[in-house]
């Protein structure tokens, strides 16, 4: 463990999470690394939450609570990040969700992870669960920002629960605020990935399994899953590929990534979702593949397969 311990702001977002923010709370406050405060925002969840959580909570030193009316993810997410902007003492912000758990270490290696490699924001890998805590599905964060941007092509590249940034990345407007940008209409965690994109920020994860990502019926995650439906989801896609030429040109510039890989991506995106594409764009696309370059894509999905089949 590092000697010195910087200030860690934890942001916490809830709404109708129940007994679920307790354990999310509890696995915070086990942490091996102890440097943190929290900042638990209750958005408008049913009163007798909120008399029990004030009840809970402010007992603890560790712990500033407070409570709003109902005004969604992006306006608690935002306050959130205004708090911890407001404490001078804090010089890392990570975010954690109010029905999730994070491991014990979590903190530990990514603090660890963020300074010895000089990056701005790490995440780790993480498992989906059920309300009963049993887990459905594994997933793999992106460890680099070659691996990031592959990530934003086909969905959110972290639980956003598990990720922790270095606060001065804010000076550069990376938040959860409107902008005039045409991706404002995807979900919160998105658009924030998004700016940390354009803005070229060291992206990297920590290669271990320190989150635990929970689905229920009032959760903002189920929320944002009825929200933003499939013909968002085309959206974004949609979004990518006709903008393709210009990530592709800031790669080059940026983080250099072989283009083959990109093509992958793109056609795993026409054959899974099969929506309508400019004709143009499809041509472009395969008509640059080389031969050789398709047995590469076989053995590319091949390997997709093998890992898939490895860790469920």
Request: glycine content about 4%.
């Amino acid at each position: 463990m590092r000697k010195s311990q910087p200030l860690i702001g934890v942001c916490i977002p809830t709404f109708n999470d129940g007994n679920y923010l307790f354990e999310s709370v509890e696995s915070i406050l086990n942490q091996t690394y102890k440097n943190f405060v929290i900042y638990i925002l209750n958005d408008g969840s049913e009163i007798k939450w909120h008399n029990l959580y004030k009840k809970v909570f402010s007992n603890n030193k560790k712990i500033i609570y407070s409570y709003q009316k109902n005004s969604g993810i992006i306006n608690a997410s935002q306050k959130l990040l205004d708090f911890c902007q407001k404490n001078k003492k804090v010089q890392l912000i990570a975010r954690m969700d109010g029905d999730d758990i994070s491991d014990p270490k979590r903190f530990e290696y990514q603090v660890d992870l963020i300074f010895r490699k000089k990056l701005d924001l790490v995440g780790c890998h993480f498992k989906r669960m059920n309300r009963d805590k049993k887990v459905f599905e594994k997933n793999l964060a992106p460890l680099n920002n070659k691996h990031f941007f592959l990530h934003l092509l086909t969905g959110s590249p972290f639980a956003h629960g598990s990720i922790i940034f270095k606060k001065d990345i804010l000076k550069k407007k990376i938040n959860y605020l409107e902008t005039n940008l045409r991706h404002t209409i995807f979900p919160e965690d998105y658009n924030f990935y998004l700016k940390c994109f354009y803005n070229q920020i060291k992206i990297g994860a920590v290669n271990k399994f320190l989150y635990f990502h929970r689905y229920h019926n009032y959760s903002y995650s189920m929320q944002n899953r009825i929200i933003y439906n499939s013909s968002l989801k085309q959206n974004r896609y949609l979004f990518f590929l006709n903008n393709f030429l210009v990530l592709n040109n800031l790669i080059k510039k940026k983080f250099p990534l072989n283009n083959l890989y990109i093509k992958i991506i793109v056609i795993k995106i026409i054959l899974i979702f099969k929506f309508e594409l400019n004709y143009k764009v499809i041509v472009n696309i395969f008509s640059s593949i080389k031969i050789y370059d398709y047995f590469l894509i076989l053995k590319y999905f091949f390997i997709r397969k093998v890992r898939k089949f490895i860790y469920g």
